[in-house]
């Protein structure tokens, strides 16, 4: 027993909460009105990896696992419908709310991974650094401006078509640095996200990929669709151009995938690198 | 190797520049005199300050009254500068945000930590106001840890915390016990505020 918590002023009861492990945290804040509101207050926790795992399992549950640096190793399980909602999900804003998160991951490809990330509470901005999988537009506006520095999504298009154009000029993602980005298709042969890469001098390594069907689609159509750019190498498969950044350029290539399906890479590489070494440097 | 075949070497001691330590001359608001080394000072950032400010000489510090400290008892001073002590010389963490902060309590500051519920009181708050940032963050984390794992009924006997309805009945017992008049008072300097008047002068 600690019967002097009352005596402490507001200022050092935070002091003691920003050690408390996640848990604690909301315990606490179920005690009553006065500590409710202070909870959110104290230092953000830092979480290392929230791993959301909907997958379609017996009843569609939820279940996540969360690594915390005040000890949390959390394996929350809500079993259904009604408890995600009134339990998982409540659970999740209070997470995003009162901490930063490291990793964010999302993998599943199934729809209800998405619905996991919908209708949460935001009074304060989510600080997330990576976020990998999927998530839906308004999750993504919850996020605080340049909180996000890795972003890696898979088949965004899949179901609920996200824009990309508008996911990009978001505050949100103004400082990511490293995007691995996989569409099944994309509207303007991805020159819009090469603009944008451009524009944040994004990291090499960062790589787009989104498939076509026919063999009309080619290489040219995206010059097009990028208007003046500084051509430093060009072939019916690849183009190979200069960026902002001297020591960057960018290439897109476009390789025969499956049937009359096309393959199109974008991809951040450095400047003084050979062609013979493309394959081995993009890692798709 | 054992101290008995390290080898011997003679050292000319004039020849070694001795570093004058110099002890700073405290007194707690019950009188008690602590001598605390200029190295352990640095921990606390206010009496860092302070004794930078004064700039006493080797002297000064013997003929001068001692440094009085006058809102932390001599039980919790005596406290702080032993830990201090021990920990002098270690690195100040400071708050960059950048790495999460992971703090274990030590051996040492645990035993010096065992102690009642009152002192560890009063060395939060002798941690704070001498701002040792260190000291604060394991005497916080101990009071942390005593919630760790409760669930909210626990913590509510932990801390002697109030459920939501004897909040809402203090409320309103603070609210019908209030002065009548010094309400109107309040309710009239509000309407003012409210009303562009900026104060009653």
Redesign the interface.
């Known amino acids: 027993?600690?019967?002097?918590?009352?005596?402490?002023p507001e200022?050092?009861k935070l002091?003691?909460?920003?050690?408390?492990?996640l848990?604690?945290r909301v315990?606490?804040g179920?005690?009553?009105?006065?500590?409710r509101l202070l909870v959110p207050r104290a230092e953000k926790l830092?979480v290392?990896s929230l791993h959301i795992d909907a997958v379609s399992f017996a009843n569609g549950a939820l279940r996540f696992s969360l690594d915390s640096?005040n000890g949390d190793d959390l394996w929350p399980e809500f079993k259904n419908e009604d408890q995600i909602q009134k339990a998982g999900k409540p659970l999740l804003s209070f997470i995003f709310q009162n901490s930063v998160v490291h990793e964010l991951s999302n993998l599943g490809t199934d729809d209800r991974n998405r619905e996991m990330l919908v209708g949460l509470k935001s009074s304060k901005p989510f600080d997330i650094r990576k976020i990998a999988g999927q998530a839906p537009f308004n999750f993504f506006q919850k996020c605080a401006p340049n909180c996000f520095r890795i972003v890696d999504f898979h088949n965004l298009c899949d179901s609920s078509p996200l824009s990309i154009e508008e996911l990009m000029e978001l505050p949100s993602f103004q400082a990511a640095k490293l995007w691995r980005l996989q569409f099944k298709e994309c509207h303007d042969f991805g020159a819009c996200v090469a603009k944008k890469w451009i524009q944040l001098d994004v990291d090499v390594k960062s790589t787009m990929e989104f498939r076509y069907v026919g063999e009309d689609r080619t290489i040219n159509d995206f010059v097009k669709e990028m208007g003046a750019i500084d051509i430093v190498e060009r072939t019916d498969i690849l183009v190979r151009f200069k960026t902002r950044n001297q020591k960057k350029h960018m290439t897109m290539r476009r390789m025969h995938w499956v049937n009359e399906t096309y393959l199109f890479t974008l991809a951040v590489i450095p400047a003084d690198l050979e062609e013979k070494n493309y394959e081995s440097y993009i890692d798709l | 190797m054992s101290v008995e075949n390290a080898p011997v070497v003679d050292v000319d001691e004039a020849a070694i520049p001795v570093e004058k330590k110099m002890y700073y001359r405290f007194e707690s608001n019950d009188k008690k005199e602590f001598r605390v080394s200029e190295l352990a000072i640095q921990q606390s950032e206010t009496l860092n300050r302070l004794v930078e400010a004064m700039g006493y000489t080797s002297e000064d510090v013997e003929n001068k009254p001692a440094i009085a400290i006058e809102n932390i008892d001599g039980k919790t001073l005596k406290l702080v500068f032993q830990w201090c002590e021990h920990h002098k010389g270690e690195a100040i963490p400071v708050d960059d945000g950048s790495v999460p902060k992971i703090v274990e309590i030590p051996e040492f500051d645990a035993k010096l930590m065992d102690i009642d519920n009152g002192l560890l009181f009063k060395l939060i708050w002798a941690a704070d106001y001498l701002n040792i940032v260190q000291l604060l963050n394991v005497s916080c984390k101990k009071v942390a840890n005593m919630a760790q794992g409760k669930t909210p009924a626990q913590l509510r006997r932990v801390y002697l915390l109030p459920s939501d309805e004897e909040d809402e009945a203090a409320k309103r017992a603070a609210q019908e016990a209030q002065d009548p008049r010094a309400r109107e008072v309040e309710e009239e300097f509000e309407e003012r505020k409210r009303q562009g008047g900026n104060s009653f002068f």
């Open positions: 027993m600690f019967e002097f918590w009352n005596s402490l200022e050092l002091e003691c909460i920003k050690w408390m492990d848990k604690t315990r606490l179920g005690t009553c009105h006065k500590e830092i290392f640096s």
